[in-house]
């Protein structure tokens, strides 16, 4: 189950104009690992080491931009350290920047940004779009530029907006119930009808046990003379008489008892 459910919308907005979805995710960095030497484990990376590997960054020779932006979004060496100084507890140095980390850390900027209010209906859509533009520079204020100079918008203002409806409906229709298979035992007879049914059983139990139809072989016709075999050919011809009405009566008393405990 995805615990930013309600988020997640927005979140995968985010990965997409950053840039980051076509590269490495969560691993990636500020041009594609131009400022790291090629490509870095950031996941397996605790918060202490990322801000090493940040601090790196922002001292390489060819960083003109002089940005330390590294995961899915783009999380800069100072707004990594305000989240670890505003929530210590929860971002210790010793935490890995794994995925559930950086989409944590991206959900909180959401809500520094006032997503929340938003939701609450306390927030214009407007101003929700603006505040986002600064936390993103790929995204578009409600004019539709980046809120910094020079940045170019990577998807339209029109478009936020469908995410943020998006946002919306699954904050109204609230986090899905994951399903979970319950295995049914195979039924069981009632105890009333089991003593039904033996009771309508026991004279047919004769008929076919020990004291009836069983005990009738094919082994009597050895050694019989002509008159015996056409005899036994009538006996036969009453044997298959009684299965007919056999098959009547199981269908009767099938009925009976259905009627009885039904």
């Not at 100072?78 to 950086?102: E, G, V």
């Not at 195979?186 to 069983?214: A, F, I, N, R, Y």
Request: net charge positive; aromatic share 8%.
């Amino acid at each position: 189950m995805d615990k930013y459910y309600v988020y997640r919308p927005m979140l995968d907005l985010i990965g997409f104009t950053e840039g980051t979805d076509k590269g490495n995710g969560y691993n990636e960095t500020l041009a594609y690992g131009a400022y790291t030497g090629g490509d870095v484990n950031l996941v397996s990376m605790t918060l202490a080491e990322l801000d090493a590997l940040q601090t790196k960054m922002l001292k390489h020779p060819k960083n003109a931009l002089i940005s330390s932006a590294c995961g899915r979004y783009q999380i800069v060496r100072t707004t990594a350290r305000n989240i670890r100084k505003d929530l210590p507890s929860r971002y210790p140095a010793t935490r890995k920047f794994d995925k559930d980390c950086q989409d944590e850390m991206a959900c909180y900027l959401l809500g520094q940004r006032g997503i929340d209010k938003y939701l609450a209906g306390r927030l214009s859509e407007d101003t929700l779009i603006d505040n986002l533009a600064k936390e993103w520079a790929s995204l578009p204020t409600t004019a539709g530029k980046g809120h910094y100079g020079g940045q170019h918008a990577a998807v339209t203002t029109l478009k936020v907006r469908s995410v943020l409806a998006e946002v919306k409906r699954r904050h109204a229709e609230g986090q899905p119930v994951e399903k979970v298979e319950v295995p049914v035992d195979k039924p069981v007879v009632p105890q009333k009808v089991e003593q039904k049914v033996k009771e309508k059983s026991d004279w047919l139990t004769w008929l076919t046990g020990g004291g009836g139809l069983s005990t009738i072989g094919l082994g009597w016709l050895a050694g019989m003379d002509w008159q015996a075999i056409v005899a036994g050919g009538i006996v036969l011809i009453v044997v298959l008489l009684l299965f007919v009405l056999l098959r009547s009566q199981i269908i009767a008393a099938v009925r009976e008892i259905k009627a009885e405990v039904g």
